[in-house]
C-alpha cells in the first residue's frame, strides 16, 4: 500500500487527479490536504470510497499540519495553490503565502522525513510567446514570469530546485498547460463562458479574443503526473502539454455553437493588464523518456463533454456564479 498525499485535492485539477489515482492504482491509499479556500469544494469529492481518501482541512503554509501529514506519507504531490491570474492581480498577498511560503513548508517537511516530492507547477513561469513565431516552450526556457500568480509559481520552482540540489530532497516537477474538464471553479475561461451562456448571460472575451492557450484536458495532466511520480528522474522537470493551441476567440465561438447559439453572441470585455500573448508546450522529453501520450486529444469532443458536465452539475455552479460575475464586473469584464 502507498500513502499518497494530495495537497489541494479539493480543487480543480487536484480532484480529477485524486479521482484518476483511485481508478488506476487499487493499491494506494490518498490523503488530501486542503484549506477549502473559495476554489476548494468537499463535492468534488463526493461519492469516493472512504477506505481509500481521507481528508484533512488545513493549510499548506501550516509548519505542524504539514509535519503531521507528511509524517506518515510515501509520497506528496502538490497541487495547492492560489491559482488564478485575475485575482492576483487584485490581491496578489494570498499568493505569496500559499505558493512560495507553502511550498517551502512543504519542502520542509518532506526533508525531513525523507519524502518523495512531485511539485505541480505551469507553462506560464516561461512568460508568453509571440502569436506569430512558430516556437514553443521546452525544459531550457529560462523563467520569465509576468503576473504575480505565475512569478509566485516560478519562485515556488525555484525553492524545489534548491532544495533538490542543496538537501538531496527527491523530487522532480511537472509544467503544464491551461488544463480543461469537469469541476473548473467558474471564474476560468471556458467554464465562465459556458454557465455564462447557460444563464442567460453574453461570453465576456477579453480584448480582441487573440491570446493562445495550449489547452489540455486534465485526465492528461492526471496520467503524466503518475508517469513522472513513479518513473520521473529525480531533480528534473517535465513539460506537459498535448498539442491543444487555439486563440480565445475560436473557444468561445465553437463553445456558443455546440450550445446551440450564434457565434458571435458574445461580447469584449477590458482586457487583462499584462495578458500574456501565447503559451505553447513541446512535451518531448516526457514523451521520449517517459513514454507519456495525451489521450483526449480532440478538442472539441472534451469541450463538448465538458460543456454536458456544466449543463447537468447546475446545482455544483449555480451557487457561486453571481459573486464571481459581480467581481468581474466591477473591473468592466
Ligand atoms: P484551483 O484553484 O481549482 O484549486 C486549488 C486548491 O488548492 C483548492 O482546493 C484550494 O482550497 C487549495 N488551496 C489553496 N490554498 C491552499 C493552502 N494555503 N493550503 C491548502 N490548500 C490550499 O486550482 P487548479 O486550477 O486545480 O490548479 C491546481 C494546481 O495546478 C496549481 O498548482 C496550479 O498552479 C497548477 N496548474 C493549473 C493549471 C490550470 O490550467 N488550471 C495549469 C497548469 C498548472
Ligand atoms: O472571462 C474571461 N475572458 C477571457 O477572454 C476569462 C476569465 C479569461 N479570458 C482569457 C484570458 C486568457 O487569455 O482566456 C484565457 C484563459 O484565461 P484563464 O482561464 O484565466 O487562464 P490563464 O490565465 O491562461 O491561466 C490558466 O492556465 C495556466 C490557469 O488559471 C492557471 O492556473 C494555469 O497556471
Redesign the pocket.
Same mark, same amino acid.
Do not use: M, R
Given at each position: 500500500m502507498t500513502e499518497l498525499v494530495v @495537497? /489541494? %485535492?479539493? %480543487?480543480?485539477? /487536484?480532484s480529477n487527479f485524486v479521482r484518476h489515482v483511485v481508478r488506476v492504482r487499487p493499491q494506494w491509499h490518498v490523503t488530501v490536504? !486542503?484549506?477549502? @479556500?473559495y476554489? %476548494?469544494?468537499l463535492a468534488n469529492l463526493a461519492g469516493l470510497p472512504e477506505d481509500r481518501v481521507a481528508f484533512v482541512r /488545513? !493549510?499548506?503554509?501550516d509548519a505542524d499540519v504539514v509535519d503531521g501529514v507528511v509524517g506518515a506519507a510515501d509520497a506528496v504531490v502538490?497541487?495547492?495553490?492560489?491559482?488564478?491570474n485575475d485575482n492576483s492581480l487584485r490581491d496578489p498577498r494570498?499568493f505569496v *503565502?500559499?505558493n512560495l511560503v %507553502?511550498t517551502f513548508t512543504l519542502l520542509e517537511a518532506v526533508r525531513r522525513h525523507g519524502v518523495r516530492f512531485h511539485h505541480?507547477? @505551469? *507553462?506560464e513561469v516561461y512568460g508568453d510567446l509571440a502569436l506569430d513565431a512558430p516556437a514553443r516552450f521546452t525544459e531550457h526556457t529560462p523563467y520569465n514570469p509576468s503576473s504575480p500568480y505565475s512569478s509566485t509559481?516560478a519562485g515556488s520552482d525555484l525553492l524545489v530546485r534548491a532544495w533538490v540540489r542543496s538537501f538531496n530532497v527527491q523530487a522532480t516537477i511537472s509544467?503544464?498547460?491551461?488544463?480543461y474538464g469537469p469541476y473548473?471553479?467558474v471564474e476560468?475561461f471556458i467554464p465562465r463562458q459556458i454557465t455564462n451562456v447557460l444563464s442567460g448571460i453574453r461570453p465576456k472575451l477579453y480584448g480582441a479574443g487573440l491570446n493562445v492557450r495550449d489547452w489540455i484536458h486534465t485526465e492528461d495532466?492526471s496520467s503524466a503526473v503518475v508517469e513522472i511520480l513513479e518513473h520521473g528522474r529525480i531533480g528534473q522537470t517535465y513539460l506537459i502539454g498535448a498539442d491543444g493551441e487555439q486563440n480565445n476567440l475560436t473557444v468561445v465561438r465553437m463553445i456558443l455553437e455546440l450550445m446551440g447559439r450564434d457565434p458571435d453572441d458574445f461580447e469584449h470585455v477590458n482586457d487583462r493588464p499584462g495578458h500574456d500573448r501565447r503559451y505553447a508546450i513541446d512535451s518531448t522529453k516526457l514523451q521520449e523518456e517517459l513514454g507519456w501520450q495525451p489521450r483526449y486529444t480532440n478538442f472539441r469532443e472534451g469541450l463538448k463533454a465538458t460543456i454536458d458536465w456544466y449543463t447537468a452539475h447546475r446545482d455544483w455552479w449555480e451557487p457561486v456564479k453571481a459573486q464571481v460575475e459581480a467581481t468581474y464586473a466591477k473591473a468592466g469584464q
Open positions: @495537497t /489541494g %485535492g479539493a %480543487g480543480f485539477i /487536484g490536504l !486542503d484549506k477549502l @479556500t476554489a %476548494g469544494n /488545513g !493549510d499548506v503554509a502538490h497541487f495547492a495553490a492560489e491559482s488564478h494570498p *503565502d500559499t %507553502g505541480i507547477s @505551469t *507553462d509559481k509544467n503544464c498547460s491551461n488544463n473548473q471553479y476560468k495532466h
